[in-house]
């Protein structure tokens, strides 16, 4: 089975089967995400904390002209590290085993709202989730416009997550 990772709007883009199970997982879901999802799961979605921590980041950074304010956030407040760490909770932890058990079974989608996969948490947990499977992959659909598209001209160098290319992204396994 594969545990399958877009952002809302990709929904419509990628559309999943009607077998797969469709999640978001999100703090805050807006109405329409009870219509596009199975069921919205919160408990997975970043703490409270972290969120407003990135989202402080990245609107100062955007403010500041920065050229990729995700980046700059998701660097800054350590969001990766945290993410993990809030994963290892009780709660979070029984839910990823129940995300599991439904992977075993059929493919799974996690959806929120980030469209560029790098700088969100939807890899992450689809990854923690994959790693409690056998025989299991993740596929990650992020809005094609958010990654650069690598021309194949020169040679790939090791670039950071803030240039990495699409290429870069999909032969890193999208992590």
Same mark, same amino acid.
């Given at each position: ?7 809302? $709007? +990709? ?12 999640? &978001? ?14 069921? %919205? ?6 703490? @409270?904390?972290? #969120? ?11 403010? %500041? +002209?920065?050229? *990729?304010?995700?980046?700059?956030? /998701? %660097? ?8 993990? @760490?809030?994963?290892?909770?009780? +709660? ?5 085993? =129940? ?9 799974? /989608?996690?959806?929120? /709202? !980030? =469209? ?10 689809? %990854?923690?989730?994959?790693?409690? #499977? =056998? ?7 992020? *809005? ?7 021309? $194949?001209?020169? =040679? ?14 999909? !032969?890193? &396994? &999208?992590?």
């Amino acid at each position: 089975m594969t545990v399958h990772t877009t952002y809302f $709007g +990709g929904l419509s883009q990628f559309d999943p089967d009607t077998e797969d199970d469709v999640f &978001g997982v999100v703090r805050y879901p807006k109405d329409f995400v009870e219509r596009v999802t199975d069921r %919205n799961i919160p408990a997975v979605a970043p703490p @409270e904390d972290l #969120l407003n921590a990135y989202k402080t980041v990245e609107d100062a950074a955007e403010e %500041n +002209g920065e050229s *990729n304010p995700p980046a700059i956030a /998701w %660097n800054s407040v350590e969001y990766e590290r945290r993410y993990l @760490e809030y994963l290892k909770r009780d +709660g979070p932890q029984a839910v990823i085993d =129940e995300l599991a058990d439904c992977a075993r079974e059929r493919d799974l /989608w996690l959806v929120c /709202w !980030e =469209e560029d996969a790098r700088w969100c948490h939807r890899r992450l947990l689809a %990854n923690v989730v994959v790693d409690r #499977l =056998e025989e299991s992959d993740v596929a990650h659909h992020p *809005n094609p416009l958010t990654i650069p598209v690598d021309s $194949g001209d020169s =040679e790939p160098d090791d670039s950071t997550d803030e240039t990495a290319t699409l290429r870069d992204f999909a !032969e890193a &396994g &999208g992590d």
